[in-house]
C-alpha cells in the first residue's frame, strides 16, 4: 500500500472514527428524544382527522401519492381505539429513546414509528419532520445511549466501568446534512425572484397562514425601515446559506456561521408556525459545538450530582 493511500484511509478514519465524549452524543440523543415526544404529543388531538382508515387521507391517497414501496404499519389500524394504542406504543419507544434504555435498537425502532407515520400520511409533514426522520438515523449509528442515559445508569449499578467515548460517525452526518441542506436551498433560492429582489422575509412574515402573531408583526410590515432591514436580512441569509460549506469549513469564520443560523432559527421559531422545523434545526448545530468543550459543560453539570463515577474510552 502507497503512502498516499495509508494517509487518505487515517484521513477518513480520523474524520469519520475519531472518539468524541459519550457524554455530548448523550446529551443530544435526550435532546432529540424530546423533540420526538412533543412533536409526537402534537399528534394526539388530530389521530383520527390524520391517520383513521375513512378519514380525509385514506391509505389509497397515501399509496397514490408515495413510491413503491410503503414502510407502514398503520394501514392495519382501525378504530379510534386501535389508533390510540398504536400511538400510545410510539410515545413509549420516544421515551425510551430519550431515556436511553436499548441505545441502537431503540432509536432503530423511533425511526421506524417516524417512517411509518410518514408512509401512512406523507400530507401533514414538513421539513422538520424529515430532519427529525434523518437525525434519529443517525443516532442509531453510535452507542447513542453509552452515558446520560438507562443503560449507563445499569451498567453502573452491575459496576462496570462508564464508557468515555464513541465514534464521530453520528456527529459527522449530521455536519454533512446540515451543509447540504443549506448549501443546496441557497442555489435553489437564488433563481427565486422574491429572493433576488429582497423581499421574501417580508412575504414570509406578511403571511397570516405561518405568522405566529400576525397583531405584532402588522405595524412592523407598514414601516419603510423595518422593509429596508427585511431586504438586507432576505440577501444575507441568501449569501450565508450559499457560502455556508466555505463559512462553516474555516475555523475562523465557524462562529460567526453559527450565530447567523442560531439567530435565523430563532427568529423562524418566535415569527412563524413552522412546527419542530426550527428546533430540530437548532439541535443540528450541537454537532458543530467543539465536543470537549461541550463535554466540560456537561461535566460540571454532572459533578453536583451525587453518585458521580468515572470513565473509560469504549465504543
Wanted: charged share 15%.
Amino acid at each position: 500500500m502507497s503512502a498516499a493511500v495509508r494517509w487518505l484511509a487515517a484521513a477518513w478514519n480520523r474524520a469519520w472514527f475519531s472518539p468524541v465524549p459519550a457524554q455530548v452524543v448523550g446529551l443530544m440523543r435526550l435532546l432529540l428524544g424530546a423533540l420526538l415526544v412533543v412533536d409526537h404529543l402534537w399528534l394526539w388531538p388530530q389521530l383520527d382527522f390524520l391517520f383513521a382508515r375513512d378519514g380525509p387521507v385514506p391509505p389509497s391517497a397515501a399509496a397514490g401519492d408515495l413510491p413503491w414501496p410503503r414502510l407502514t404499519w398503520m394501514d392495519a389500524v382501525d378504530g379510534p381505539v386501535a389508533l390510540r394504542l398504536v400511538w400510545a406504543g410510539g410515545l413509549l419507544v420516544y421515551l425510551l429513546f430519550a431515556l436511553g434504555l436499548g441505545g441502537r435498537l431503540m432509536a432503530l425502532l423511533a425511526l421506524a414509528f417516524q417512517a411509518s407515520l410518514y408512509h401512512r400520511d406523507p400530507f401533514y409533514q414538513h421539513g422538520g419532520d424529515r430532519v427529525l426522520r434523518l437525525a434519529t438515523l443517525y443516532m442509531a449509528t453510535v452507542p447513542c445511549s453509552a452515558a446520560l442515559s438507562l443503560d449507563a445508569w445499569r451498567r453502573a449499578r452491575r459496576g462496570l466501568p462508564a464508557i468515555a467515548t464513541v465514534p464521530a460517525i453520528a456527529h459527522r452526518l449530521i455536519q454533512l446534512q446540515l451543509i447540504t441542506i443549506y448549501v443546496h436551498s441557497g442555489f435553489v433560492k437564488a433563481r427565486g425572484f422574491t429572493w433576488e429582489q429582497g423581499t421574501a422575509l417580508y412575504y414570509a412574515l406578511s403571511n397570516g397562514q405561518y405568522a405566529r402573531a400576525p397583531g405584532l408583526l402588522e405595524p412592523l410590515l407598514r414601516s419603510d425601515l423595518f422593509l429596508a432591514a427585511s431586504r438586507l436580512a432576505t440577501w444575507l441569509v441568501l449569501g450565508w446559506e450559499a457560502g455556508f460549506l466555505l463559512l462553516i469549513a474555516w475555523r475562523r469564520t465557524r462562529p460567526l456561521a453559527m450565530a447567523v443560523g442560531v439567530l435565523m432559527h430563532l427568529g423562524i421559531f418566535l415569527t412563524l408556525n413552522v412546527g419542530s422545523f426550527s428546533l430540530v434545526m437548532l439541535w443540528c448545530y450541537l454537532a458543530w459545538v467543539d465536543p470537549a468543550r461541550l463535554d466540560r459543560l456537561i461535566g460540571r453539570w454532572r459533578a453536583r450530582l451525587p453518585g458521580s463515577r468515572p470513565a473509560v474510552t469504549g465504543g
